[in-house]
Each structure stands twice: as structure tokens, then as C-alpha cells.
């Protein structure tokens, strides 16, 4: 194996998180797909025309396969401890998606079987791996605009009622936006706060009986170095965040108030759980979506939603455009080019991490971090009280 | 004294508050300006010469007039109470500027003072009086949008640099974004969100040594009726959120992008705290600025910042120019015209409540509640605890 070869990928989970990595795995020159996991044989043989690599029902027998250095799992949330398992059984390097799992001690646990395999275990795709995001942690981290003091984030989606199986509706089983949602968003101000939490007070919102799982939540966030922040999120389908980033959409897709209240409107024509399932899977990847129905056209930088840090010296505002900063006398903005492969930023940490031993800024620890921030989020909002927490670690300097 | 006749009406204090409120004033034929209290003699030589009423050094003389029906406290906060309870005595009805007081125990001497006298006494001008948000608070209240459950408001500013007395940069005496936009911020989202707060998370950032005292924070609420918020302020002069309100301004004066930096860079010129001083006496009312310097043309509804109030049916957003309504499967603007008479809500609860016994939204009562938040923000933020609080009132619908 040359330092040069591309990573060989095997994936896990040929669902909808794969669909959304899948077109920038498959644009990606430094990795290869070899190799897939799912319970269903038609994706199994869709991934097998599109890829040329080799499809198994279960997890285990991929990860027997010498070919596969590193596995994406992208199952369900509830598999991601015992995959990360049997992984490190096998040797092999480890991107897990958000939310990372469902409690400390199987963070914990994966966490432990990797290292004792001496194996890179990476958490993501989440949106603090957009450029934006990432450029604007650099930005403060450079100390050119002081100390970061205060960040407000907030996201207003759709996200409850795009199409869902019923576990997706059960915070117990890992549903609703606090694991599926927060888990992004913590992550981001983590990163721009320096990673460090020390507090939490939260709130959540279940509105829609219909829908009986955490659909919105305001939190308040304290760092070990000063700076706090306030996290909302609505996922209920009313206002659209998009529109203060130029409607933009969180995958950098084009949108529009052309769209207005097209996920309440699709799921009305559903009259069952298993009905909405189904719907689901129509978009999953699958023997009518494949790789040739993707595009990365026109894909700008990712993001979610409205995004404030305020240094000393100024407030930055990253966007898809690039970040905006509003200094003392000025403000510019920061231009971000157009991604030449978007969200080609997880590959690029995982394959530096795997092939140039580069320690990843999402490693385990960082993904437990945020882990703890969204269970503290559950936590007081169940019990009115701040929470302290106790697994946070910093930002890891890029190159350090 | 005919109900129809104007309220016949002596202000305490021609400084800044005044400057805001006296075109208003001069608009609005149910009132009338016939007296006025001020230590600087040029102002009230200007006084008399713009309203043809009459000038005090002391206040208490101008109590003593029988032809002053109520007075408007336009004073330093920390005269407040001893105003108050001055006007009490002379059976005039009041309104005092916010913040109220500086102490639950002084805003309760106030109310007191009031009760035993029979006056009215009402707590502003403050933004929750604007249009947008009285307008908004009676959609809620309506119930076509389901109960009210979410909001989220911030607002950026360049208040910290601003000419500033020396009192204004001490927390002690008053100063601060706390105790001066709090006032607003907390009174606009209490509006929206049932009145009632039961408890608040909060912290506040001191972050320029120049200007000690709170420049900014960040607040969860929790209400009595399940409803949660969280509020955002900077008064930094980096990004500036009028931008979210079509570049129109917290006092309904068109801004723009071009105006970047103006209040830090006016203040770079000034070299001690006599000279801003000094630099905020030339923008108060007197010889060189008075009624003919101010116009209402023009001037849109006020605001303060950006809004969101998500119900179980509609996330609302006030806005200058209405009430942005994003619905299950529309999204639509309820208009509000142009003002007749910007800010003449204050004056016109004012009328009401003297001339036809109505009950004001803005009592001392609920000015005091919203004190309350105030100080636990404060509170939290010092001892970083969430605080209880015990001495809150509901909206009073309107009307009732």
C-alpha cells in the first residue's frame, strides 16, 4: 500500500446518509468503494453495477474482507457501538456517522476498541466538517480577532416531517432533532467555541402529538474559556432558515420559497407508519437511485442555518458564500471559492488520518464530547436544572 | 377636564429619552406638553419656547403645578423611585421610562406610592409598545396559531459605543446593555410568551476593559405556560441586525450598510469621559436642538432586532413592515401600514388608562416583573446558576 493508493472504503448501511456521501466518495480520487453491507439485496446489487465492489448482508463478513482498509457506517444509530466493534476486530479504520451512539458508555466503548485496535476512528458527516465552519475555527484560532466570547445558532427546518420510520419518532431509540439535529449543531459551536463545554441549559419542544419526539430545543451553553452560546432549532416546517443564507440549502442545493410546506404537504397524503416508511425508502439507494441520479453540480458549501461567533475584534458569520466579517471599522467578507467536490472535507480528514497518521479534529473523543452536550440537553430540559459535564476536550489545532 | 380633552402632561428630564418621545408627543393631540423639570436652564429656556409651557429646575415644583395631569419620567434611572413617589403625592398619574428601577424593592416602592395615591402608572417607552409586537401578541392570543411555544430574539447594535455618561458604563449605577436593552428585549418576548417567566439561565460578556461594564448576553427563559425563549444581545457595534429588518432602524429611521463603524469611529476622537460626555449633551435637547430639529417623515414601526415566535400552528415574525406569518402550508404577510404617528402606542395606553380607566398592558406591575428578569439575568450570570422567580404577572389581554 502507497501513501498515495486510495483509501479502500467499505460502507455500511446503504441508506439515506449514504446517499448524501455517496456522490463525493464516488467524485473523490483518494478513496475507493469496495465494498458494502445491507440487508437489502437490491441495494446490494445497485451498489455492485455502480461500484464494481462487493456486496455483503452482513456487516461482519465485509469486515473479513482484506481488501477493506477503513468502513463508513451509516446503519441506524442503535448498530454504530457493536459495528464499531467488529471493526476494530478486523483492524480497520472507522468513519461512524452522528450521532455517534446512544449513551456515554457506548461512545466510550467504541472509543476504547479502536485504540486497543490501534485503529482511526473518525465521527461524521456532520456540518462541522463544511468548509465554512472550518475556516471560520481557523479564523479564530488565528487570534486576529480576539478572543471568541459569544456564538447564537439557529436552524429552522423541515426535518420532522420528511419522511421517517417509526424509531426515527423515539427519542428512546436515538429519534427526534436532539440526537439527529443537535448533534450537528452542537458540533459546530464546539468547534468555533474552542470544545470545551462546562454547562448546559436546555429546553425542548415536542408540539405535534402526531410526531411524539423532541421537534425543537433552545439550549445555553458555558466554555471552560469564557465564550457561551445560545443553540435553537425548530424542525416543525414553518420558517425556513434558508432564507438568511440566500437560499441556499443545508446539502448546498439550490432552494426557493417556490418550496413552502412541500414536506407537511407529501406527508399528508400518508396514512400509516409503514406507508411513511415506505416513502422513505424511495429515497434511499436502491435499484431506482443510484449513483447516476446524483450530481454534484452546481453544489454550494454546506450549511445549517444562522451561525454567529462574536470575537473581541469581530463578528464572524459564516455562510455558504464565505464568511463575513464584521470588524471595527469594516465589513468584508471572506470569500470561500465553490467546492470542487462538496462535503469532500470528511474524506479528506479520514484519508489524512488513516494514510498520513494526521490526529482527526472529529475524532472519538471530540464526537463523545458532543455526545455528552446532547444527552445534557435531554438531560435538563427533562429536569429544569443546569447540567456540568465532564468528557469535553478541546479543539484539536489542525497540523499540531 | 372632558374625557376628549388632551392629558395635559410634564416631563422630568430633557435628555435623550425625551429627544425620542417628543415628536410623538408633539403629534398626538390627545396629549399636551405644559411643564417640564430639567437642571440645565438652556433646555428648559428651549422647552418653553418650542411647547410654550413651563420650565422647573425641581421636580418637585413641577408637581406642584395643578395643571399637570401626568408626568412623564424621562430621568436618570436612579431618580426613578424618588420621582415616583414625589408625583404620588401630588395625585399625578405616571409614566416612567425603562429601566424602571434598579431594585425589586424600589420598583415596588413605586407601585405602592402609585396604588395609594389612585394614579395610574404605566413603565415606558419601551419596544414591546411597538406595533409589530403588540400586533403579534394578539395573534397569539387569538389562538389561530395554537399555543405559543418558542422565541427566539437577538439583537446586534452599536449601543456600547454610543456617547455615554459615566454612569451609563457602570453596572452599578445602572449601566449596561442589561439594564438598558434587557429592559426592552425581555419586555418584548414576556409579551409574546404569556408574561409569566419562572426561570432564567443566563451570562453576559464584558469583553472591552474601555467600556466595563455588560456589553452583552445571552438568557434561557422558561415560562409558567411551558413557552421558552432565548435572547441574544451585542451592543459590540460589529454586526449590525437592522440588516434582517430591510435596513430600517431600531426607531424606524432608514440605515444603511454605508453608515458601517460610525459610533466606534466617532468616539476614537474623544480623549476622556468629560468629552462624551459632553459629545451625548450635544445630541440632547436644548439651544442647538429642539422640536424644529425632528420630524416624524418618513419613520417606519420601531423594532428591536430580530424576533421569532414559533406556535404549535405558525412561527411569526414581526418585522416593520408586519407580521411574517409561516404557516403549516403558507407563508404570508400580515401588513401593518405605515404609522400615523411612530411610538404613539406609548402615549395612546397612556390616555387610556387616565382618561377611560383601561387597565395598561405596561403597569408598574408587570414593569416590575420584567425588572425581575432583568436582575436574575444578571444574577445567573455572576453566580452561573439558573435563578427562580417570584414576582411575575401575565399579559392583561387587552381589553379585559
Redesign the interface.
Known amino acids: 500500500m502507497n501513501r498515495s493508493d486510495p483509501l479502500r472504503l467499505g460502507v455500511a448501511g446503504l441508506g439515506r446518509g449514504f446517499m448524501l456521501l455517496m456522490p463525493t466518495i464516488a467524485a473523490h480520487s483518494g478513496v475507493k468503494l469496495v465494498a458494502a453491507a445491507d440487508p437489502r439485496t437490491e441495494a446490494l446489487e445497485r451498489f455492485e453495477a455502480d461500484f464494481g465492489g462487493t456486496g455483503y448482508s452482513d456487516f461482519e463478513s465485509l469486515c473479513q474482507n482484506p481488501e477493506v482498509e477503513a468502513v463508513y457506517i451509516a446503519s441506524p444509530h442503535g448498530l454504530h457501538r457493536e459495528q464499531v466493534e467488529c471493526a476494530a476486530r478486523y483492524g480497520k479504520h472507522v468513519l461512524v456517522e452522528k450521532p455517534m451512539a446512544l449513551s456515554l458508555s457506548d461512545c466510550r466503548a467504541m472509543i476504547d476498541a479502536m485504540q486497543q485496535a490501534g485503529c482511526r476512528l473518525l465521527v461524521g458527516h456532520s456540518h462541522s466538517f463544511d468548509s465554512p465552519y472550518l475556516q471560520t475555527a481557523r479564523m479564530i484560532r488565528s487570534g486576529e480577532y480576539?478572543r471568541v466570547?459569544?456564538i447564537?445558532a439557529?436552524n429552522?427546518t423541515d426535518f420532522l416531517y420528511r419522511p421517517r420510520r417509526p424509531e426515527e419518532l423515539d427519542t428512546a431509540q436515538g429519534g427526534g432533532v436532539v440526537y439527529s439535529q443537535a448533534a450537528h449543531q452542537v458540533d459546530i459551536v464546539r468547534l468555533l467555541g474552542g470544545g470545551e463545554v462546562t454547562?448546559v441549559?436546555?429546553?425542548t419542544?415536542q408540539?405535534?402529538p402526531k410526531r411524539p419526539t423532541e421537534g425543537?430545543y433552545?439550549?445555553?451553553l458555558?466554555f471552560a474559556n469564557g465564550c457561551?452560546?445560545?443553540?435553537?432549532y425548530?424542525g416543525?416546517?414553518?420558517?425556513?432558515s434558508d432564507e438568511?443564507n440566500g437560499w441556499s440549502g443545508e446539502l448546498g442545493q439550490p432552494r426557493g420559497?417556490s418550496e413552502?410546506?412541500k414536506a407537511?404537504?407529501a406527508l399528508q397524503a400518508v396514512t400509516s407508519s409503514e406507508e411513511e416508511a415506505a416513502l422513505k425508502n424511495r429515497r434511499a439507494y436502491g435499484p431506482d437511485l443510484g449513483l447516476s441520479d446524483t450530481s454534484l453540480e452546481g453544489i454550494a458549501h454546506n450549511h445549517f442555518g444562522w451561525i454567529?461567533a462574536?470575537c473581541?475584534g469581530?463578528?464572524l458569520?459564516p455562510t455558504p458564500a464565505g464568511i463575513?466579517v464584521?470588524?471595527?471599522?469594516?465589513?468584508r467578507l471572506v470569500p470561500l471559492g465553490a467546492p470542487d467536490i462538496p462535503r469532500r472535507e470528511v474524506l479528506d480528514e479520514l484519508i489524512a488520518a488513516v494514510r498520513n497518521d494526521v490526529p482527526p479534529i472529529h475524532s472519538g473523543e471530540w464526537g463523545l464530547a458532543t455526545m455528552e452536550v446532547c444527552f445534557a440537553l435531554l438531560e435538563s430540559a427533562r429536569t429544569?436544572?443546569?447540567i456540568d459535564l465532564y468528557h469535553q476536550c478541546p479543539v484539536r489545532a489542525e497540523g499540531a
Open positions: 480576539g466570547k459569544m447564537n439557529f429552522y454547562r441549559m436546555a429546553q419542544g408540539w405535534d425543537a433552545s439550549a445555553l458555558t457561551f452560546a445560545t443553540l435553537t425548530s416543525y416546517g414553518h420558517f425556513d438568511l420559497p413552502y410546506g407537511r404537504a454567529m462574536s473581541e469581530a463578528d458569520k463575513d464584521y470588524g471595527h471599522t469594516e465589513h429544569g436544572q443546569a
